[in-house]
């Protein structure tokens, strides 16, 4: 599940670059802070569109909910029982 974290680095890296004039290395902090959840910032926050900021706050989401549990909970809609509980009549007395 690591890939699905690396994917959505490098895609949100992407789409920030288009929306934002700023440089790689200062959109790549900015979006792996926000998919790590720290709290640092380079300030360009501030200058970033609305879209920007959803994107941000999503990432921040995803990263605190984690890629593992987002993917199992997609990944998994019902479990089949691999067991069953034994049915018997126990005598008392």
Same mark, same amino acid.
């Given at each position: ?18 929306? $934002? ?15 790590? $959840? ?9 200058? $970033? ?19 593992? $549990? ?24």
């Amino acid at each position: 599940m690591g890939l699905l974290g690396i994917i959505l680095v490098t895609l949100s890296t992407w789409l920030l670059l288009i929306m $934002t004039p700023h440089g790689l290395d200062q959109v790549l902090f900015e979006v792996i802070s926000a998919f790590a $959840t720290n709290g640092l910032s380079t300030g360009i926050t501030a200058d $970033t569109s609305l879209a920007g900021h959803v994107l941000l706050s999503v990432l921040m989401y995803i990263g605190r909910i984690g890629p593992l $549990t987002l993917g199992s909970a997609l990944a998994l809609k019902q479990r089949t029982r691999r067991y069953e509980l034994p049915e018997e009549q126990v005598i008392l007395g």
